[in-house]
């Protein structure tokens, strides 16, 4: 059976069944705090959203997303199908996302996709229903079904801050693969979504932890030599 992240109850609930059958959790939520439910709109207006993000900033993701949902003002799949490609390249999006929302909304249209069963499925089985689509990779998938579905299972094996996190939480010598992930991750089924949640509050945490995982950035500007010199990134 799914489990479904629809409240901060229901994750609430999750992670402490996790830190139960997970001893190693347990100071992972001491350090992080019970993490916050992050949810988003569903359906087409929520996938098309984490399409619009992808490799962009916070800000122009969001001034994207705002040009695109104001012009299409009942957000729909039809509409967006039939949409001049060249309008809704003037309002920001590249030709590859612009390929990718209109084959969604073509099989949206044709019935041949359900994003609302997604929920309810094996959560590898929808993870390998959407990026079979094209323009959808395994993080816009994993963010789907996280935070628009809720997904109490799905696990984003690329995410570089839960990579990180579980590196310094469980003590492991580098940063786990993809596929070191997927096993990793194996105990915490079904609720590996609430597992995801907990790594990004202790990713977070251990951030703001005397520089834990600071950038170079983060650290005070070293002194200029009196020659050209050259730093690091």
């Known amino acids: 059976m799914t489990v479904h992240l629809n409240s901060q109850s229901d994750l609430d609930d999750a ?6 059958a997970d001893p190693r959790l347990t100071p992972i939520l ?29 800000a122009s993701a969001a001034a994207i997303w ?15 199908g039939r949409a001049r490609a060249d309008r809704l390249g003037r309002l920001g999006l590249s030709v590859a996302k612009i390929k990718a929302l209109k084959h ?21 089985a929808a993870h390998h229903t959407l990026t079979a689509l094209p323009g959808i990779g395994p993080w816009t998938a994993d963010v789907y079904l996280l935070f628009c579905l809720g997904h109490g299972d799905a696990w984003p094996a690329g995410d570089l801050a839960v990579q990180e996190a579980i590196r310094v939480g469980l003590g492991l010598k580098a940063r786990p693969t993809v596929k070191q992930m997927a096993s990793v991750a194996e105990p915490w089924r079904p609720l590996r979504g609430a597992a995801a949640h907990l790594w990004w509050a ?17 650290k005070p500007p070293a002194k200029k030599a009196a020659k050209n010199t050259t730093g690091s990134r």
């Not at 992670?15 to 139960?20: G, I, K, N, S, Y």
């Not at 001491?30 to 916070?58: D, N, T, Y």
């Not at 705002?66 to 967006?80: E, K």
């Open 15 to 20: 992670v402490l069944q996790l830190v139960r």
């Open 104 to 124: 969604i909304a073509k099989e949206l249209s044709s019935g041949r996709l359900n994003l609302d069963v997604l929920a309810e499925e094996d959560a590898d």
């Open 202 to 218: 202790y990713y977070h945490a251990i951030k703001k932890r005397e520089g834990v995982i600071g950038k170079p950035a983060d």
């Open 30 to 58: 001491k350090a992080s705090g019970m993490p916050a439910l992050r949810r988003r709109e569903p359906g087409f207006a929520g996938i098309a959203a984490i399409v619009c993000g992808q490799q962009l900033s916070v």
């Open 66 to 80: 705002g040009r695109l949902s104001v012009a299409y003002d009942p957000f729909h799949h039809d509409t967006v």
